[in-house]
């Protein structure tokens, strides 16, 4: 018989993520529960492999997507709702600023980058115009609509970046930010010398032990022969 995937397990771990190494929504919620010193056990997805849609992971998320985290029995999937989830379950080294001026900045940027950027350029949309059009326009759209964010991000951001994001602080800004930058270089080829504010932001990111145990060569599921 077969192996189970992953996810099939029984687990008695009280926190649970299931991730994909290579998805960058998964990334901003590894950084987010390491920056916060919350344990998790690591259940991996392969999205190469179409585990997404296996039954027993359409129970767990509908919409076949990771990240999904499970806490204390509490399922939650999508990754702008479970950092909310964090940010009020373990307040300790909060990623929301308590300023409402900073606070909105933080969930602009979050927005932008998970609804306005990453979804309009994911593999299965990539995918489809491939199929239908050409695979050079299917790598043209993925950069246009990078930069088009990416521009957004450095204007909104110029005024108010230190070495985060926002100020010296690392918020949740940060956590959604930091993974879409290192994935518009390695996978899009984005010329980020344009970018001069949020490359900085993203150099102080890549300092942290948090995030350099959040990166997708460092996963379990991490495979060598892609990374080459
Ligand atoms: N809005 C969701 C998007 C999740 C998402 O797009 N996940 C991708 C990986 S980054 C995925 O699971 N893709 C599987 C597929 O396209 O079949 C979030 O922020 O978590």
């Known amino acids: 018989m077969e192996d189970a ?31 916060k010193g919350l344990e998790y056990e690591y259940k991996s997805v392969d999205l190469f492999e179409g585990e997404q849609f296996n039954p027993e992971f359409e129970q767990i998320n509908p919409l076949r997507y990771v990240p999904v985290l ?3 029995g509490i399922v939650v999937s999508d990754s702008l709702a479970i950092l909310m989830y964090l940010e009020d379950k373990y307040p300790e ?3 929301l600023p308590i300023d409402p001026c900073k606070r909105a900045l933080a969930l602009q940027v979050a927005s932008i980058v998970s609804c306005s950027i990453q979804p309009l350029h994911m593999n299965s ?6 199929k239908k059009i050409s695979e050079e326009d299917s790598s043209t759209w993925a ?11 450095e204007m909104l951001l110029k005024d108010f970046a230190g070495r985060y994001c926002i ?14 930058i290192s994935i518009a270089m390695s996978r899009f080829n984005i010329d980020m010398s344009k970018y001069p504010t949020i490359c900085k932001v993203y150099e102080s990111c890549k300092a942290l032990p948090e995030f350099q145990a959040s990166v997708p ?12």
């Open 5 to 35: 995937p992953s996810f099939t397990s029984t687990s008695t771990s009280t926190r649970v993520l299931y991730s994909f190494w290579l998805s960058s929504c998964s990334w901003r919620v590894r950084f987010a529960l390491n920056f």
């Open 217 to 228: 060569e460092r996963q379990p599921d991490a495979k060598k022969s892609v990374i080459a």
């Open 70 to 72: 499970i806490d204390d």
């Open 143 to 153: 950069q246009t609509v990078i930069n088009k964010g990416f521009l957004a991000l």
């Open 125 to 130: 949309v990539l995918e489809s115009i491939k």
């Open 93 to 95: 080294n909060q990623l």
């Open 167 to 180: 100020g010296d602080d690392v918020s949740m800004a940060d956590v959604f930010l930091a993974p879409q």
